[in-house]
C-alpha cells in the first residue's frame, strides 16, 4: 500500500502562499513609498495581513463563519479610517488601499486551498499596481476619439455579444446571430491590435516597421497610402515604400491562416501551405527590391509614415462587417445550390475584391457542414488572389513608375505562385 508523501502539510503550504502573496505586493508597495515618499504599508504590513486572512478562514472552519464575517468587516472600516485620516493630510490616493484589502481576501483564499487562483489574482494585482507610469503614459498618447472607440469596443464585446441569441435563421440554419456576433468582435479584436500596434511602434521606427503592423489588420491601407506617397518621394524612399506594400500584403496571407485556425483546424492544417508559399514570396520580394541599390545610399526608413488609421473600433465598420459577412454566406450558400463549385469559386473571386477575412471565416465555417474541404480551400485562395491583384492595381494607378516596376515584380510573383498552386491542387484533386 503507498503512501503519499507530502513535504509540507495543506496548512503551511496555504500560510507559506498566503504570506508570500502579501510579501510580493507588499515588496512593490514599499518600493513606491520609497520613491514616491507615501509610506502607508509595506513590505511586512502586506504580508501580516495577508497571514491574518489564512488565519481567520482557517479557524472559521472549526469555530464558524462568524470569525471571518466579523474580522473581514473590521479590516474594511480600520482601512476606511486609515484613509480618512491620510486624506486629511493631502493624500488622495487608494490603490494601496484597496491593495491592502485585496491581500487579506487573497490570504483568505490560500486558506480555502484556492492556490492557484490567489496566485493569479496576486500576479495580476501587483502588475497593476506596478505599471502605474507606463499606464498614464499610454493614456496620454490616446485621443479622446480613441478612448471612445475603446469603450465601445468593450461594449460591443462584453455587454452586446452576450445577450445575442444563439439561434440559426436563415436559409439551412447557416445565420447565427451570436456566432455572427462573435465573428465581429474577432475581426474588431485583430485591427484594434493592429491599430495599436501601428500606433504605438509603427510610425516610429519607419516605414518597414509601419508596413508590417498595418498588414496585420489592412494591407489594402498601407499600398494605398504607400503608393500615393510614392508620387512625391524621391527614389531612394519609393524603394523602401515598394518593399513595405509588399511586406503589408504577405502578411495578409499569414492572417488569413491565423482567422482560419480559430475557426476551422482542418482548413488552416490545409491552407497553411499555400498561403506559407505566397508569404514567403512576397517576403522574399520585399527584400530584394528593399537590397536592390541603384547607388551607396540606403533608403532614410526613419521619415514620416504615419498612416491615417481611422477609428480603431468604428461602430459602423464593425456592423458593415456584420452585413458583409452575413452577404458573402448568402452567396456561398445559394452559389454553392444553383451553380455547384463555379458558383463558390465567383463569391471567392468577387469577395476578395473587398475583404478577405470574411470569406475565410464564411468557408472555414461552411466547411464543417455543405462544402468540401478542398473547395473551401480553393475559393479562400481566390479570394487572396482577388484581393492581391487589387493591391497591385491601386499600386499601377496610384504609385511612381519606379514603384510600379517593383510592385509588378512583387506582387506578380505571389499571384504566380499562388496560381500555380492551384493548377497543381486541381490536378491533384
Not at 54 to 61: G, R
Not at 161 to 173: N, Q
Not at 333 to 355: P, Q
Request: hydrophobic letters at 50%; aromatic letters at 10%; one cysteine or more.
Amino acid at each position: 500500500m503507498e503512501e503519499n508523501f507530502q513535504l509540507l502539510s495543506p496548512y503551511l503550504t496555504g500560510l507559506l502562499v498566503a504570506t508570500g502573496i502579501g510579501f510580493i505586493i507588499g515588496l512593490e508597495r514599499e518600493f513606491k513609498a520609497s520613491t514616491e515618499k507615501d509610506e502607508f504599508a509595506g513590505i511586512r504590513t502586506y504580508p501580516l495581513i495577508s497571514a491574518l486572512g489564512f488565519v481567520c478562514t482557517t479557524l472559521s472552519h472549526a469555530l464558524g463563519k462568524e470569525i471571518l464575517m466579523t474580522v473581514f468587516p473590521s479590516i474594511i472600516v480600520l482601512i476606511g479610517i486609515t484613509y480618512y485620516v491620510r486624506s486629511q493630510k493631502g493624500h488622495m490616493g487608494l490603490s494601496s488601499e484597496i491593495a491592502l484589502i485585496i491581500a487579506f481576501a487573497l490570504g483568505c483564499m490560500a486558506g480555502l486551498q484556492l492556490i492557484r487562483e490567489a496566485l493569479a489574482a496576486a500576479v495580476i494585482t501587483t502588475t497593476l499596481l506596478s505599471l502605474k507610469g507606463q499606464f498614464k503614459a499610454f493614456i496620454n498618447q490616446l485621443t479622446q476619439d480613441e478612448i471612445y472607440a475603446f469603450i465601445k469596443f468593450i461594449i460591443l464585446s462584453m455587454l452586446v455579444l452576450p445577450f445575442l441569441p444563439d439561434t440559426d435563421y436563415g436559409p439551412a440554419g447557416i445565420l447565427n446571430p451570436s456566432e455572427i456576433g462573435f465573428i465581429v468582435v474577432i475581426v474588431s479584436s485583430l485591427s484594434f491590435i493592429g491599430y495599436l500596434l501601428v500606433k504605438f511602434i509603427g510610425p516610429e521606427k519607419g516605414i518597414l516597421l509601419t508596413a508590417l503592423f498595418g498588414g496585420l489588420f489592412s494591407s489594402t491601407s498601407v499600398a494605398w497610402v504607400f503608393s500615393s506617397r510614392s508620387r512625391e518621394a524621391d527614389q531612394l524612399h519609393n524603394t523602401a515604400y515598394a518593399a513595405g506594400i509588399l511586406l503589408a500584403s504577405s502578411i495578409m496571407f499569414l492572417r488569413v491562416a491565423a482567422i482560419t485556425a480559430i475557426f476551422n483546424l482542418e482548413v488552416f492544417n490545409m491552407i497553411i501551405l499555400p498561403t506559407s508559399c505566397m508569404a514567403i514570396t512576397g517576403l522574399l520580394a520585399s527584400w530584394i527590391v528593399f537590397n536592390r541599390k541603384n547607388n551607396d545610399s540606403i533608403p532614410d526608413t526613419t521619415t514620416d509614415t504615419q498612416l491615417k488609421l481611422g477609428n480603431p473600433a468604428n461602430i459602423v465598420n464593425a456592423l458593415s462587417f456584420g452585413l458583409l459577412y452575413i452577404a458573402i454566406s448568402l452567396m456561398v450558400y445559394y452559389g454553392n445550390r444553383f451553380m455547384g463549385d463555379k458558383g463558390l469559386l465567383v463569391t471567392g473571386l468577387i469577395s476578395g475584391l473587398a475583404d478577405v477575412d470574411a470569406i475565410s471565416i464564411s468557408m472555414s465555417k461552411f466547411a464543417l457542414a455543405s462544402v468540401k474541404l478542398p473547395l473551401a480551400i480553393l475559393v479562400i485562395i481566390t479570394a487572396m488572389l482577388s484581393n492581391t491583384f487589387v493591391k497591385a492595381m491601386i499600386c499601377i494607378t496610384k504609385g511612381s513608375l519606379f514603384l510600379r516596376k517593383r510592385i509588378a515584380f512583387g506582387l506578380g510573383s505571389v499571384i504566380g505562385v499562388g496560381l500555380l498552386y492551384v493548377v497543381i491542387f486541381m490536378i491533384r484533386s
